[in-house]
């Protein structure tokens, strides 16, 4: 984990679809910031105050996935959803506002040994299991959970097969159906890695079924809360 912090300047706002907001960043804040070199590597951005773009609020910033990463740029998939801070700056940012970075880390631990790969997740991973998509020559098999039909932006692989399955939920702001969706997966034969992202409390029925059904160690699989259902 790093907490050496850097300032981002947007250079471009795009909606993804009807649920995600693409935001590029970069400038020369971004020159000493080095990639993690592992594809799901996210940072805390903290937002800017809405009358002071270049000021920061002191509020805790927000997890996001880094979508893309090379020299002095970086891009970001923000998901929109009813309150929030990250999400309602992405519904009204600006080209020129700054986002500041204040910690950087990375959760996905494939083995080496991994023949194949299984990304489970809500919309919030579809930031990070493109990039491991796409930086991979595994076969993958993909499955998403997304609230709008709309929100299936297409994945590309990298050397290996990919295999996506989309789930339609409109109510995944209100209840998450990845603790169902993990009992539905394909088991492939031999040595892989199974990386669960999405809501805490799905993500740990998936953890539980994954430790006690299928009986995997804890270097085989991966699950990470990157958000809550509002109580
Ligand atoms: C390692 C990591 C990587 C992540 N990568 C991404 C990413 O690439 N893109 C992305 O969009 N998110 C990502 N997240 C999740 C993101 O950090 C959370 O969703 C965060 O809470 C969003 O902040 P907010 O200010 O919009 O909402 P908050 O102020 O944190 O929450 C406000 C309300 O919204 C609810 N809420 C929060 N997130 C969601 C959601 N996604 N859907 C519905 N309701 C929600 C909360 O329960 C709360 O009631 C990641 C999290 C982690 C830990």
């Known amino acids: 984990m790093s907490k050496q912090s850097y300032t981002a300047e947007v250079t471009a706002v795009t909606r993804q679809s009807p649920s995600l907001v693409r935001v590029e960043l970069g400038g020369a804040g971004l020159a000493d910031f080095r990639s993690l070199g592992v594809p799901d590597e996210a940072c805390v951005?903290?937002?800017p105050t809405p009358d002071t773009p270049r000021r920061h609020l002191p509020e805790p910033g927000r997890w996001y996935s880094l979508a893309e990463v090379g020299p002095q740029r970086m891009a970001l998939g923000i998901v929109l959803h009813p309150g929030g801070r990250g999400s309602g700056w992405a519904e009204r940012a600006t080209v020129?506002?700054?986002l500041r970075?204040?910690?950087?880390?990375?959760w996905f631990k494939r083995?080496?040994?991994a023949a194949w790969q299984i990304l489970l997740g809500d919309i919030t991973a579809l930031p990070a299991f493109a990039r491991i998509c796409a930086e991979s020559a595994l076969p993958t098999q993909v499955v998403l959970e997304v609230p709008d039909p709309g929100d299936e932006v297409p994945i590309a692989g990298g050397a290996g097969a990919v295999d996506v399955r989309?789930?339609?939920n409109a109510d995944l702001a209100a209840s998450s159906t990845l603790g169902d969706l993990v009992r539905e997966l394909p088991r492939p034969e031999g040595p892989g890695y199974v990386y669960v992202a999405g809501e805490s409390k799905a993500?740990?029925?998936a953890r539980k079924f994954l430790r006690d059904e299928w009986r995997l160690g804890n270097d085989r699989f991966g699950a990470i809360g990157y958000w809550r259902h509002a109580r």
Do not use: A, C, L, Q
């Not at 970075?101 to 990375?106: A, D, G, K, L």
């Open 101 to 106: 970075i204040t910690e950087h880390n990375s």
């Open 166 to 168: 989309w789930v339609h």
């Open 96 to 98: 020129g506002e700054t």
């Open 111 to 113: 083995p080496d040994d």
């Open 45 to 47: 951005f903290e937002f």
């Open 203 to 205: 993500t740990r029925t």
